[in-house]
């Protein structure tokens, strides 16, 4: 069986090819170029736009943010049943992540779109949560909250982030505790700034490898 994650940017398509996991598929997009507000209006390649404010109180584009999640669904859809599909990140690759697993547990997007695929596995690295204070109604309901309570999702982030503040990853970790996110792990590194390092990726290829039931297919 092969699992299948979905993971942010497709500049680390290389990179994840080389790590021990060989029963699992990676399809790496690359985000369209639009208008970043971050950057005053210049076109970036971005999954939605964003600027510098990524608090709870901060204006959130969700009709990006269903557009990339609309996205993911489009690219796990073709796989077969039999599969396990995941979905993951770096930095805006993570918020993307972590609003679509919010919306497969919601059962549908902020559009009010259903949500027709399944998650088994969620990575977020040096990222946050959009719309993290509509995830309290998003997980209302038995199934919901039976979804959030067993959906795995890992999250990493660097103390020493200067593009992702810690504080938002930090208040992101704390939001999906609160709300029911049993199958949670919150991973932090004392020296680690927005990039990636060897050992957040063994933690990486560890949860993976015992989340998605690795060890006896290698």
């Not at 027709?116 to 959009?130: C, E, F, I, Y």
């Not at 792990?185 to 700034?193: A, I, M, V």
Request: hydrophobic content about 40%; proline content about 6%; overall charge negative.
């Amino acid at each position: 069986m092969t699992e299948v994650l979905v993971l942010f940017p497709g500049s680390w398509s290389q990179l994840l090819e080389t790590l021990p996991l060989p029963n699992i598929k990676w399809i790496c997009p690359t985000s369209p170029s639009q208008p970043l507000t971050l950057f005053g209006g210049f076109p970036s390649n971005a999954w939605f736009d964003v600027s510098s404010d990524l608090s709870e109180d901060a204006q959130h584009d969700v009709a990006g943010l269903d557009a990339s999640a609309a996205h993911v669904l489009s690219l796990l859809a073709t796989e077969p049943e039999d599969v396990k599909l995941g979905v993951g990140g770096f930095s805006m690759g993570a918020a993307t992540a972590l609003y679509t697993a919010s919306c497969f547990v919601h059962g549908k997007l902020g559009n009010d779109d259903a949500f027709p695929t399944r998650l088994d596995a969620v990575v977020g690295l040096s990222g946050w949560l959009p719309c993290a204070k509509e995830l309290v109604n998003k997980v209302e309901g038995d199934e919901a909250a039976a979804r959030a309570s067993s959906l795995p999702i890992l999250l990493c982030h660097g103390k020493v982030d200067d593009v992702v503040l810690f504080r938002y990853g930090q208040k992101s970790a704390e939001k999906l505790t609160s709300c029911g996110f049993q199958n949670f792990t919150f991973k932090t590194y004392d020296s680690l700034g927005h990039y990636t390092i060897p050992e957040e990726m063994d933690d990486v290829c560890s949860w993976l490898t015992s989340k998605l039931d690795l060890k006896d297919e290698s």
